[in-house]
Every structure is written in structure tokens, then in C-alpha cells.
């Protein structure tokens, strides 16, 4: 699994688009970018994943920079329940050493 | 909704016991994980399964041993608890090998005491 490098903390008012980023420089060509968060207290739960295109789904969006060795998460309209840490993970499929969790950054969505 | 269910919420056991954590999904997900979560350490990987009767070993696999005798069914046991096992404990599961759609169960929280 390549390294991720996240900020260990970010703030964001509700309502906004909380732009969360995530730097993998080693990351290998057929290594895909997954995002997880963890609400306080529960599981971590998965939220997109993409390889080099940018990717949507109904909870955020992904972006992917050309040379793939960044990416941000986007919450176009962040509320307070998206409170969590969020986790940044490089991995190819079908990796048998699955998932790694690193850190994370723990986004505070303010009222 | 998909599940993992693990049996237990809170636990509290004693030093030198053996421990069974029970993980139960039902999507029909043929690989299943069990992590460790503790303060400034994050989540790590204690063994996790690809299939029924097949098990691999973490990144920290001592102290630890697992079952899988049905594919919905993953068992964690401490074969005797000691304090530094003291942790919450999560079940995932997943279709795929790699990192898409793992489905987290809701955690126990051990203590040894």
C-alpha cells in the first residue's frame, strides 16, 4: 500500500463544502484512492473510491490531481453529522493485505 | 439494510480468561476482518478471512487466534485475555478483496480487568 499523508485536524461551517486532502506521492499505477470515515463510537464506514477520475456519489465527491499523487475529498454541503474522522487509503484491488487505516483527519463541522 | 453484527456491545472479562468475540454478516461476503482500534494507534489488523476455513494473520496476530467454520460466521479469541488486550474490537466484511465497500460492524468494547 502506498502512504497517504492527511492534516490530523480541520474545521468547517455547516453549510459548507469541507475539502478534505490527502497526499499519496508513492502511489503505484494500479492503486486505487479509498475514503472511510468513523462517526464517534461506530464502525468505519466506506464512502468512494476512484483510480484517476474524479468519481461522485451521493455522499461526496472525489478528485484525483493528473499525476495521482493527490486527492481531495469533497463534502459540497457538510452538516453536523458528518462530523468523523476521515481516512485516505491507497491499495490495489484484490491486495491481500486489505485495508490499512492510518490517522486520519478529524473534520469538526461547526454550527 | 446489510449487516455486521457483533454479538456483544461492552464486555468486561477477566486477566487469564478466554475470550470469544462473534461476528455475524448476512450480504454473503466471502472475505471478513477483525481490527483493533486503541487511542494514537488508529485501527489494525489482527487476521481476517477469505474464505470459509481459510485464515491469514495481521499485522498483529499474537495473542489472538480465529474461526470461520461458516462463511457468514468470524470468530476472534483471546485465548487468555491479559490487560493489553483491552481495546475496541470491529468486525468488517467485504465482497471484494482490496478496499471497496468493507462493512464495519458497530464495535465491542473489551476490558480486562
Known amino acids: 500500500d502506498a502512504k497517504t499523508t492527511q492534516p490530523p485536524s480541520m474545521d468547517c461551517a455547516e453549510g459548507r463544502a469541507a475539502n478534505l486532502p490527502c497526499n499519496h506521492s508513492?502511489?503505484?499505477?494500479?492503486?486505487?484512492v479509498y475514503w472511510y470515515r468513523q462517526i464517534h463510537s461506530q464502525g468505519p464506514q466506506y464512502i468512494i473510491h476512484?483510480?484517476?477520475n474524479n468519481e461522485t456519489n451521493e455522499m461526496a465527491s472525489l478528485i484525483i490531481t493528473e499525476d495521482r499523487k493527490s486527492s481531495t475529498l469533497i463534502l459540497p454541503h457538510a452538516t453536523l453529522r458528518d462530523t468523523a474522522v476521515y481516512y485516505c487509503i491507497a491499495t490495489s484491488p484484490g491486495s491481500a493485505r486489505q485495508l490499512t487505516f492510518g490517522s486520519g483527519t478529524q473534520l469538526t463541522v461547526l454550527p | 439494510d446489510v449487516k455486521v453484527t457483533q454479538s456483544s456491545r461492552y464486555l468486561v472479562k477477566r486477566t487469564g480468561e478466554k475470550v470469544f468475540l462473534e461476528c455475524v454478516q448476512d450480504m454473503d461476503h466471502e472475505n471478513m476482518f477483525w481490527y483493533r482500534q486503541d487511542p494514537g494507534l488508529g485501527l489494525r489488523l489482527i487476521y481476517f478471512?477469505?474464505?470459509?476455513?481459510?485464515?491469514e494473520k495481521g499485522d498483529i496476530p499474537e495473542g489472538y487466534s480465529v474461526s470461520r467454520e461458516k462463511k457468514e460466521r468470524f470468530s476472534l479469541i483471546l485465548e487468555s485475555a491479559s490487560t493489553n488486550q483491552t481495546s475496541m474490537y470491529l468486525c468488517a466484511s467485504s465482497r471484494y478483496r482490496g478496499g471497496y465497500g468493507y462493512t464495519f460492524g458497530s464495535g465491542t468494547r473489551l476490558t480486562v480487568v
Open positions: 478471512s477469505y474464505d470459509v476455513k481459510m485464515k
Open positions: 476512484g483510480l484517476k
Open positions: 508513492t502511489i503505484s499505477g494500479n492503486e486505487y
